[in-house]
Nanobody, 129 residues
Framework: QLQLVESGGGLVQPGGSLRLSCAAS????????IAWFRQAPGKEREGVSC????????KYADFVKGRFTLSRDNGENTAYLRMDSLKVEDTAVYYC??????????????????????WGPGIQVTVSS
């Protein structure tokens, strides 16, 4: 049974940076796409980014493109989300999720449509001065 847990969140000033980690246990992430979602209070959960099982395909939401970078290290069974130039509106609980991705197609659409079957508990990111 695959389990995911996020780390690396916290408080940062506008313009600052954070790196979130998504560590998997119980099973290998080799054949899974990994996506990041976020949810602010009173808002719907929205997709942030997704990386394919082989790491070659990446998708970013428009509101983070050019600021966030997604990567993965299958040897450590971990994915990372580097967040630069953070804005107050980036404040949210961030979740990582995985979906079975044998053909590197899961990331074609960054949305919560049921393809992501494993979810971490979420971690708070607060951007404030």
């Amino acid at each position: 049974q695959l389990q995911l847990v996020e780390s690396g969140g916290g408080l940062v000033q506008p313009g600052g940076s954070l790196r979130l980690s998504c560590a998997a246990s119980g099973s290998s992430l080799d054949n899974y796409a990994i996506a990041w979602f976020r949810q602010a209070p009173g808002k719907e959960r929205e997709g942030v980014s997704c990386i394919s099982s082989d790491g070659h395909l990446k998708k970013y939401a428009d509101f983070v493109k050019g600021r966030f970078t997604l990567s993965r290290d299958n040897g450590e069974n971990t994915a990372y989300l580097r967040m630069d130039s953070l804005k107050v509106e980036d404040t949210a609980v961030y979740y990582c999720a995985s979906g079975w991705d044998p053909y590197s197609r899961v990331c074609a659409f960054l949305r919560d449509d049921g393809r992501y079957v494993h979810w971490g508990p979420g971690i708070q990111v607060t951007v404030s001065s």
